[in-house]
Nanobody, 124 residues
């Protein structure tokens, strides 16, 4: 089964940018739909965005549309979440997740494999 490790989180001022990485091992990202989720203190985990296994299309939550971009590098077996114009409400632990390509692409938390998360804090 695939293992996922997120990195790239940190503290940034509002309006700044961060790029999160999700490195996969034990499986190829080309065989999975890859999603990004986040969870703020006291809140439920929420969908941020996802990219289909083919890399042909992406979906985003309304709250991040136009500010966040998901991409992947099959050669590096890594998925990225570029976050621009960050806002304090983007503060959360960000998780990478994988769902086998044979399953329907979803924008809910119905992903099979999860990373441990990386903290993103946006100061005002």
């Amino acid at each position: 089964q695939v293992q996922l490790v997120e990195s790239g989180g940190g503290l940034v001022q509002a309006g700044g940018s961060l790029r999160l990485s999700c490195a996969a091992s034990g499986g190829s990202v080309s065989n999975y739909h890859m999603g990004w989720f986040r969870q703020a203190p006291g809140k439920e985990r929420e969908f941020v965005g996802a990219i289909r296994w083919s890399g042909g299309s992406t979906d985003y939550a309304d709250s991040v549309q136009g500010r966040f971009t998901i991409s992947k590098d099959n050669a590096k077996n890594t998925v990225y979440l570029q976050m621009n114009n960050l806002k304090p409400e983007d503060t959360a632990v960000y998780y990478c997740a994988a769902r086998p390509r044979v399953r329907v692409f979803v924008t809910t938390a119905l992903y099979d494999y999860w990373g441990q998360g990386t903290q993103v804090t946006v100061s005002s």
